[in-house]
């Protein structure tokens, strides 16, 4: 099993930056993917941010060139600094994995933290 931990959501002005940070924990053969989503209020969950083991990275298209993902493979943690948010990126934002573990050595299966609330006021 797979723990995600995520923190420092808050309250931020428009125009400011906040920087998440997900922390994996548990027993687990490997993560070979690391992603953040979000969920505004009456909208489905987005993806936002990904990152691989081997560092490769991929972003939604309202977020290329404000946010940036990355990740600490020592400690298990990746992060997500957001800059330049606006009000409508008030949402809550959730980290998940790709880990393989003893019960499903072979296949991947996706973990999910419970989430960390980002509110943009303006």
């Known amino acids: 099993q797979v723990q995600l931990v995520e923190s420092g959501g808050g309250l931020v002005q428009a125009g400011g930056s906040l920087r998440l940070s997900c922390a994996a924990s548990g027993s687990f053969f490997s993560i070979n993917a690391m992603r953040w989503y979000r969920q505004a209020p009456g909208k489905q969950r987005e993806l936002v941010a990904l990152i691989t083991s081997g560092g490769a990275t991929n972003y939604a298209d309202s977020v290329k060139g404000r946010f940036t993902v990355s990740g600490d493979n020592t400690k298990n943690t990746v992060y997500l600094q957001m800059n330049s948010l606006n009000p409508e990126e008030t949402a809550v934002y959730y980290c998940?994995?790709?880990?393989?573990?003893?019960?499903?050595?072979?296949?991947?299966?996706?973990?999910w933290g419970q989430g960390t609330q980002v509110t943009v006021s303006t």
């Open positions: 998940a994995a790709d880990a393989t573990t003893r019960s499903s050595p072979g296949r991947p299966v996706r973990y």
